[in-house]
DNA sequence: TAGATTGTTAATCGATTAACAATC
DNA sequence: TAGATTGTTAATCGATTAACAATC
């Protein structure tokens, strides 16, 4: 399989192709072209076709993108065909949240751990998953074939928790804590800052008041 | 005040950086230089200097930035000097989850209300605030000089709430909800697609492991 | 003054858009 | 076959980086 670089601009789009791809699906078009999808989108036709063929030739000439197969590759190319096994370090509110969130468990997201430092919520459950000490984070990583690691907690314990996750030889981790981790580039990082985009809103709200519109 | 438009780019770093002028503050370093901020943050000194000279110039050659004085600064460009008033409409786990995270209060982003259209929840407090039916919704944002509805509600409500919200003048969006809003220009909408960030997260675990290290 | 470092212009790089030949 | 629409190359646009004169 030959590899080339593909930029996070263009993964970063994936999911919201996919997003109406199923859409259309549930309404039951079969077909679409670039262009029909670059109207309801917002975006240009140019980019969708460039987008896509990053990954592969999905379309025909003269017809345009069979919508039900299109989802299905892009849903490949996003490992949304695999399941994922994922532990859940922090039992806090934002942590239920992403518990309780079904649509996860729709796409493959499977949460099998919960982890807390709290010793008062040992053997609790939630979704019936129990909640378990820190100290069995790295034989429970292993035993159960964990790929992400989400982080929900404090920023102060984030980068000791993220290192030890590291040495777990974790493949991924989904970090809420308002920090920048340093991990190795084997390491996959989302990062979830919410006050960054809560502030990014403050500002083009308070821009756009304030001087008027452009 | 004359007015150039900044690139969302640029906007989206200032966060970044108000946050690692906050923890220099916080440890007594009283300047630094582009240079020694770059090599902090993995950035290039070049671009810390492009984007601050947006909002004017706030350093001082041969001796670099005060710290002190440009997180102020950069605060008040993200409009972090000014109160803002915020609802939450969807009280459930997520919502809970934001509610209950003090950053947002200590910076100036006040929670004024709950609506949820589910009777059942009426006149209960989290945080001492009450919940409310959404047919109150319009008089409460104008009496209460809202700025911010912040959207914690299922996809499919979340379009008619977000017409709604228009008609009462709102200025900013903050949306949970994993759907496009199209709203008139004059509102801001800032998504925060969790979903879409998670299947980032897996696209790019999955693809590092499958190719190996580039 | 000499050294340091900014502010800013110019060069480069990468991403988006346009155009069109290939082809269904 | 003719029409439609892709895949892909070329042109444009914008963002990042480099360079350096201005200046503290």
């Not at 035993?143 to 992400?148: F, H, L, R, V």
Request: include cysteine.
């Amino acid at each position: 399989m030959e590899y080339k670089e593909i930029s996070q601009a263009v993964i970063s789009r994936l999911p919201r192709y996919y997003r109406y791809l199923g859409e259309l699906k549930d309404e039951g078009v079969e077909r679409i072209s670039s262009q029909e999808l670059s109207k309801k989108m917002h975006v240009t036709a140019s980019q969708i076709r460039q987008d896509l063929n990053h990954f592969g030739g999905f379309g025909q000439q003269g017809y345009g993108y069979n919508v039900e197969y299109l989802y299905v590759e892009i849903a490949k190319i996003l490992g949304l065909d695999k399941e994922h096994h994922l532990i859940l370090i922090g039992a806090g509110n934002l942590g239920q949240a992403l518990l309780n969130y079904n649509n996860f468990e729709r796409r493959g997201f499977i949460f099998k751990g919960i982890f807390d430092h709290n010793p008062k919520l040992y053997g609790l459950k939630i979704r019936d998953i129990e909640i378990r000490p820190m100290e069995e984070l790295s034989s429970f990583i292993k035993k159960n074939d964990i790929d992400i690691a989400v982080l929900t907690i404090p920023k102060i314990s984030a980068v000791t928790v993220a290192e030890k996750l590291v040495e777990c030889n974790i493949k991924a981790i989904w970090n809420f804590a308002h920090i920048d981790l340093n991990v190795p580039e084997n390491v996959q990082v989302e990062n979830v800052h919410l006050s960054d985009s809560l502030m990014k809103l403050s500002y083009n709200s308070s821009r756009y008041h304030d001087i008027g519109k452009k």
